[in-house]
């Protein structure tokens, strides 16, 4: 009888297929467990009230405000609006995807599972880019049908791609921001001065040439700040932007990077002090 041949496999480990599959399913699979299970906004009414009306009455703010002051034209805040309308769901919802671990106590089995940490955290972050697309997109039609803003049928597919970038970036910067909820106890107070300095520093709703230059500078490096200008290009019909998407793109990945190294700072030093569910 002829001897067996082992596999050149046995006894290894799955391969790198295998393993990109896993880390997909984690992500895609985890992120949306992750999000219907802590989250109540996920019911129609909610999400209406919360994630879509709110921005739409903050872009129908600005503009009057606009007029009245006589600072810029109607576009430059209806596009800057709409891009910074998905920090709504971005920002907080990126926080809470850390923090509401914590503090709904299930931040120890979370962390007990012996899967790699970025998939791990990245899945939590991709529903609310999803949502902040849907957030922006909706923004930018009610101020079509609203206010009268003409945007050219060609340019679309370029602006949803600077929208998705901005989606993304922010959505990084959100959870490096939950992050700290690891550490700090009233995580929420830095989720809400991040969301007005956007409003603020971005270029969303004040024109950037305006700030002082340690302001700009500060702005340089927030998510949203390239998204916005690249929007006004493109729909003042200069072309899509290829650098302000990289640009943006660069951003979130930096602030990505940073989420990833805070959160594993943070659970080492909790793990330590035993200090994982304790509010």
Not at 24 to 32: D, I, Q, S, T
Not at 56 to 69: D, K, N, P
């Amino acid at each position: 009888m002829p001897a067996r041949t082992p596999h050149s496999d046995s006894g290894s480990g799955p391969g790198p297929y295998r393993r990109t599959v896993s880390a997909l399913r984690l992500v895609v699979v985890g992120g949306a467990l992750s999000y219907r299970a802590l989250f109540n906004w996920t019911t129609p009414p909610m999400f209406i009230g919360t994630l879509l009306v709110g921005p739409l009455l903050q872009l129908l703010f600005f503009v009057f405000l606009g007029r009245q002051l006589h600072v810029a034209d109607d576009r430059f805040y209806l596009l800057g609006n709409a891009v910074v309308s998905a920090s709504t769901a971005c920002v907080y919802g990126g926080t809470m995807a850390v923090a509401n671990e914590r503090r709904y106590g299930t931040l120890g089995a979370v962390l007990l599972s012996p899967r790699n940490r970025a998939p791990l955290w990245f899945g939590r972050a991709v529903p609310y880019v999803l949502n902040g697309l849907v957030i922006s997109v909706s923004t930018l039609s009610a101020a079509c049908l609203l206010l009268g803003l003409r945007i050219p049928v060609e340019v679309l597919p370029g602006l949803g791609a600077v929208l998705l970038a901005a989606a993304a970036g922010c959505s990084a910067f959100g959870l490096a921001l939950g992050a700290l909820g690891l550490r700090f106890r009233d995580v929420f107070l830095v989720s809400n001065v991040a969301s007005s300095l956007l409003l603020l520093l971005t270029g969303a709703n004040v024109p950037r040439e305006t700030l002082p230059g340690w302001m700009r500078a500060v702005g340089d490096v927030l998510p949203l700040t390239h998204a916005a200008d690249a929007a006004r290009q493109l729909s003042a019909g200069g072309g899509l932007d290829g650098r302000g998407i990289g640009a943006e793109l660069l951003t979130g990945a930096g602030y990505a990077l940073l989420a990833v190294v805070l959160l594993a700072l943070f659970e080492r030093g909790s793990r330590r002090r035993a200090t994982l569910d304790v509010m």
